[in-house]
């Protein structure tokens, strides 16, 4: 067995926690209420640029040629993504460019970029799949069950929902099990608890925005 159908048994229950959240059943059939929507693409927005900075530290790790392009094309690809959130969606809603993060995605970013820089880079990079991986599923699903041309969200489901993200998650993937064959057990637990670490961190990141998370003091 493949230690991505280890890892994805492992979190298989936090991921069907993931799909029940409020946020993303409203999202697939429409009715998540906009001010929750817009929180949470400000948030997200911040994210991917510290996901594009995980991914680049990532690559400066790599021995390996061909995984150092492959890299820097994945942080290439979140800012390009965190730009063209500014360039639509911030623009239509009037959102400021400075966002302040939220603990629960202060918690999230300061998880994948502590795990790229210090822990072996196999751990570092089974910590960074669940953001690809999860987020495809979810995004696969919401797809399944959006309410039609009608849902006000479509636009975004649909990019999350493409070819191109989905080759780059195959890719993913397929270069943790690759990291993952060639070392010994002890690191690959250590990649299913960071794995699973950053997954239940992603239902934070969904849950605070549903909940409009604020710093109490």
């Known amino acids: 067995m493949k230690w991505s159908d280890n890892a994805w048994e492992?979190?298989?229950?936090?991921?069907?926690?993931?799909?029940?959240?409020?946020?993303?059943?409203?999202?697939?059939n429409g009715t998540l209420p906009k001010e929750k929507f817009i929180f949470y693409l400000a948030q997200d927005a911040y994210y991917l640029l510290e996901f594009g900075r995980t991914l680049s530290t990532i690559s400066g790790r790599m021995q390996n040629a061909d995984l150092v392009m492959t890299f820097a094309g994945f942080s290439t690809g979140a800012i390009f993504a965190e730009r063209s959130?500014?360039?639509?969606?911030?623009?239509?809603?009037?959102?400021?460019?400075?966002?302040?993060?939220?603990?629960?995605?202060?918690?999230?970013?300061?998880?994948?970029?502590?795990q790229a820089a210090y822990a072996n880079v196999e751990v570092a990079v089974a910590a960074v799949l669940p953001c690809f991986w999860i987020y495809k599923a979810v995004g696969d699903h919401i797809f399944t069950q959006q309410n039609g041309n009608e849902n006000p969200y479509k636009r975004w489901i649909d990019?999350?929902?493409?070819?191109?993200f989905a080759t780059a998650v195959e890719k993913a993937i397929d270069?943790?099990?690759?990291l993952a064959a060639q070392t010994n057990a002890v690191t690959q637990q250590k990649m299913l608890d960071a794995f699973e670490m950053a997954t239940r961190l992603e239902w934070m990141f969904w849950d605070s925005a549903y909940e409009l998370e604020k710093w109490k003091i």
């Open 159 to 164: 990019m999350y929902a493409g070819v191109e």
């Open 10 to 28: 492992r979190v298989k229950p936090i991921y069907n926690k993931i799909l029940t959240m409020p946020f993303n059943t409203e999202l697939s």
């Open 85 to 114: 959130l500014h360039q639509s969606y911030f623009v239509e809603f009037g959102l400021a460019s400075e966002v302040r993060a939220t603990p629960s995605t202060l918690l999230y970013t300061s998880y994948i970029l502590s």
């Open 175 to 178: 270069i943790t099990d690759e």
